[in-house]
């Protein structure tokens, strides 16, 4: 019962934080509501069982990227861009596409049929830990992507610095 | 024998090599390579005609053409009797004349490009005759019109010749028309275009009809004169013969090759070729004989009165080609083709004398303003001299015999070869005359031109009297292989003709036939003493019949006003359709409509699209989002169909 | 009672499609990047949602390449921003045309 309660107050809590971040005039606003939505996000990872992922979620969004907004937010002045209009013109347009989405993914979701079940259940997850069944899946059978992924984060790091290096 | 597929390729290869290489490599020694090509090419037919005379015989193909469905078309190769005579005629004159063309062309800037198109020319000619199908002929047809527009308007410059070119590539036309029409029938009836499987099955089309307009024409009978139309072009007959005259505005050695000794003699090969389909049908040899008969005494009556070198020897031709035809339409293809191969010799040699008269008068045709010329140019005289006496018909010389035999198959020919041999004789007789006028005018009396150009005057270099002398001697002995049996010969040409032309049944004696020989011999000798008396005797003669004769003379001078008749019914009414019509209305409403209208549209179109296109990234962002909603949505509906 | 796990991915979904709105209708580049981080955290919680229904860690490595990508994503995203803002004087999408018709 109390689990449920936790889950109806993430259901109802987190699309209203996303709204929120959506919505605000002003972005440090959002990235600030984008902050408590990361939160509520991690602790929605703990609910299933992702110990790990909550912590990345908590340090790279909480702790790396929305500090990383924050910064070029408050690097340029953007007094004049607070007084223009919110949302485009089209935005009745794009509201009924987003609810027609929703309703697809609802039908969809209620469609499911579940997959074969694997290995790992709560209880051999417990005997190993979460983080040493993860880290031995990434570094064994899943060890080039993960490679290639450290790749991407070098192009991202060298690609931004050259982006926004001043031409003089 | 298979050697003899060779012998339209090596012309070929020259002319690439020529077009390709001639213009920065090899420049004024372009004539190397195309007389090498073509000198080959005469060795190989010699050995060709050596076998043929043996009595071998070939019909094999080369590679396969085109194929579709029933229609097969192959590069294929018909050597028999009359193919080896043709490759002879072309290949030697055709090489005589790429030697007198060093010479003459000496020092021209297209001299590369005059060397390609006469080996392209001498290959086309040689693919017409060895072909063993109708299409490899038409070909062949075409190719040598090409060439020949191309050689007309060598000296493109100069808008006379282009003209010329253009009319002679028009007037083909119409024959060739005809001649396409007649190839498409043939296919239609028999199913194949292979000389052999047609001349297997005329015999099971004979007494056929065809329906054309709602009448049942007869079936050979149609084909037979749909091909005579494609000769009558070619050939000059009338009434398509308006473009030979004017073609002489070539160079005088293409005059030479193409417009006397070869081409236009592509439209007797072609009726001789067709020999089993044309016997079978008595209207079509009428009409070949009397158009035949007709065109000899028209053109012969022109050139009586003309005073350009060139013209009268192209009008000579036209009326030679009448002879040929006559002699097919007699049923005598062999003495057809006899004549062909004599005249090749004694015509070449004319045209070639003309050209040397030209190159000593730097340029002059008006024989009126030459004369005394024999004795600054004494080979060119002689030669000269010789090919007149054979075309009139001087017993022992080439052109009699042949003429003679002609002359001989026409009495023997019924009704109709009986009103064509009156018609023939007459024709000798002018013949005659016209060839010793321009003997006397030109060579003989006291040079009447302006005094720088009798400074000039000279014989022309080796090069060119060398070819005039070895044609000289075909113009004098080529007619000896076809001595008549009452002369004491064997007529040994006929019977080389047999298999493949046949040998019409004479009834005559040979009195009759002594009295045919001394008929023509008479009319030649009048011929020559009425020019002697004319323009030896007493020169005022002719000015005074002229007066006294003045609208036929005027009617001759003009050529019976036939060009004019053309163009106030053909050419005129074509102009005002094509200016008016078809400029005015066709194309600069309906074709420039549809061109311009066309791409309009699209440009509008494209610029109500182009707002499409507006550059919010938002509205890319709805629309690509728009585009997999419904790409799910499919699927979804897809996926649940199935379960 | 456990909850279903369709309840999990409907709310995965809403918050995808919340953040495709923002996306879609925000004018704000700073927005816009934010909406594109707000979707890629809804495929994240679908992605352990599945990790933990069935009992396969091959759901949450995803995670973790997804947001390896995001945080790449972020930094480009921002220095494009920076050096847009530098060029045009502006970080209004709509304000930005230059590619209309």
Redesign the interface.
């Known amino acids: 019962m109390i689990l449920q309660a936790f889950f109806w107050y993430f259901a109802i809590t987190m699309p209203i934080f996303a709204f929120l971040v959506i919505s605000r005039k002003n972005p440090v606003h959002c990235v600030l509501w984008m902050l408590v939505f990361s939160i509520h996000s991690a602790a929605l990872f703990l609910f299933l069982n992702a110990e790990f992922l909550a912590a990345v979620e908590l340090i790279l969004y909480a702790g790396a990227v929305l500090v990383l907004f924050i910064f070029v937010i408050m690097m340029m002045s953007m007094k004049e861009e607070l007084a223009g209009e919110l949302v485009i013109g089209e935005w009745p347009i794009a509201a009924a596409l987003s609810i027609g989405v929703v309703l697809m993914f609802f039908f969809g979701v209620s469609n499911f049929a579940k997959g074969p079940s694997g290995p790992y259940t709560i209880e051999a997850i417990k005997a190993e830990t979460n983080t040493r069944a993860l880290g031995k899946l990434l570094f064994t059978e899943y060890l080039f992507p993960f490679e290639v992924a450290s790749l991407i984060l070098l192009i991202a790091v060298v690609g931004a610095m050259v982006l926004a290096k001043r031409k003089d | 024998m298979k050697y003899a597929m060779l012998i339209p390729f090596l012309p070929l290869a020259a002319f690439l090599i020529n077009i390709l290489f001639g213009r920065f490599l090899l420049k004024d020694r372009a004539h190397i390579v195309a007389i090498a090509g073509v000198f080959a090419s005469f060795v190989l037919s010699v050995a060709v005609f050596i076998q043929v005379a043996g009595g071998a015989t070939m019909n094999s193909d080369l590679y396969s053409w085109i194929s579709s469905g029933g229609f097969r078309v192959s590069v294929g190769f018909l050597i028999d009797p009359l193919t080896a005579v043709m490759l002879i005629v072309v290949t030697t004159v055709s090489l005589l004349v790429h030697i007198y063309s060093i010479g003459y062309m000496h020092g021209d800037p297209g001299y590369y490009r005059f060397f390609s198109y006469l080996s392209l020319f001498t290959f086309s000619m040689l693919m017409l005759v060895t072909g063993n199908n109708l299409l490899q002929l038409y070909f062949g047809w075409e190719a040598v019109g090409l060439c020949s527009y191309f050689l007309i308007g060598y000296w493109y410059q100069k808008q006379s010749a282009a003209d010329a070119g253009k009319k002679a590539f028009i007037v083909n036309r119409f024959g060739d028309f005809g001649f396409g029409l007649g190839v498409i029938l043939v296919f239609l009836v028999v199913g194949s275009i292979q000389y052999s499987d047609i001349f297997a099955s005329v015999g099971s089309l004979q007494g056929k009809t065809f329906p054309l307009f709602g009448y049942e024409v007869d079936l050979i009978t149609l084909i037979a004169l749909l091909l005579f139309c494609g000769a009558v072009g070619k050939s000059a007959q009338l009434p398509l013969h308006v473009w030979l005259p004017d073609a002489m505005e070539g160079p005088t050695p293409v005059s030479a090759l193409i417009h006397a000794a070869t081409m236009v003699t592509a439209g007797v090969f072609l009726v001789a070729r067709f020999n089993p389909l044309f016997s079978l049908s008595p209207t079509a040899m009428a009409v070949v004989a009397i158009t035949g008969a007709a065109t000899s005494l028209f053109a012969a009556t022109i050139a009586l009165v003309q005073n350009d070198i060139k013209r009268i020897i192209a009008y000579s031709t036209c009326s030679q080609l009448g002879y040929m035809f006559l002699a097919c339409g007699v049923g005598a293809f062999g003495a057809g083709i006899f004549h062909l191969y004599t005249h090749a010799f004694f015509k070449a040699l004319l045209f070639l004398g003309a050209g040397s008269v030209m190159h000593a008068m730097a340029g002059e045709l008006d024989i009126q303003k030459m004369g005394g010329l024999k004795k600054h140019m004494p080979v060119t005289y002689w030669t000269f001299l010789l090919a007149s006496l054979s075309i009139a018909g001087i017993p022992g010389l080439a052109g009699f015999f042949s003429k003679d035999e002609i002359l001989w198959m026409a009495y023997n020919g019924g009704m109709i070869g009986k009103i064509v041999w009156v018609v023939a004789t007459i024709v000798a007789g002018l013949t005659a005359f016209y060839s010793f006028r321009i003997i006397f005018l030109a060579f003989h009396g006291s040079f009447r031109g302006t005094h720088e150009q009798e400074h000039h005057l000279h014989e022309s270099p080796s090069v060119m009297t060398v070819p005039l002398a070895i044609l000289a001697v075909g113009a004098v002995g080529a007619g000896w292989i076809g001595i008549p049996q009452a002369l004491g010969g064997g007529n040994w040409i006929a019977h080389f003709f047999e298999p493949v032309l046949g040998h019409p049944h004479v009834h005559g004696t040979h009195a009759e036939e002594y009295m045919v020989m001394g008929i023509s011999i008479l009319a030649a000798a009048l011929g020559i003493g009425t020019a002697s008396y004319f323009y030896v005797m007493s020169p005022d003669m002719p000015k005074r019949l002229t007066e006294r004769y003045k609208q036929i003379h005027t009617v001759l001078w003009n050529k019976y006003f036939v060009d004019e008749l053309y163009d106030a019914i053909i050419v005129r009414p074509t102009k005002w359709v094509a200016s008016t019509i078809l400029v005015g209305f066709t194309d600069a409403k309906i074709i420039e409509g549809i061109v311009n209208g066309v791409p309009s549209l699209i440009q509008s179109f494209g610029m109500k699209?182009?707002?499409?296109?507006?550059?919010?990234?938002?509205?890319y962002?709805?629309v690509l989002?728009?585009g997999l909603?419904v790409l799910?949505?499919i699927a979804?509906i897809a996926g649940?169909k199935t379960h | 009672m456990p909850i279903p796990m369709e309840w999990y991915l409907g709310l995965g979904g809403v918050i995808f499609a919340v953040g495709m709105f923002g996306f879609l209708v925000r004018r704000n580049m700073f927005v816009m990047l934010l909406s594109i981080e707000l979707m890629l955290n809804a495929v994240n919680i679908t992605m352990v949602t599945f990790s933990h229904y069935l009992n396969d860690l091959r759901g949450q490595i995803f995670t973790i390449f997804i947001m390896t990508v995001a945080a790449a994503e972020a930094a480009i995203g921002l220095a494009i921003i920076v050096t847009l803002f530098r060029n045009k004087a502006t970080i209004q999408a709509d304000e930005i045309k230059e590619m209309n018709g």
């Open positions: 699209l182009r707002k499409l296109q507006t550059g919010y990234l938002q509205h962002g709805i989002i728009f909603f799910i949505s979804f649940t």
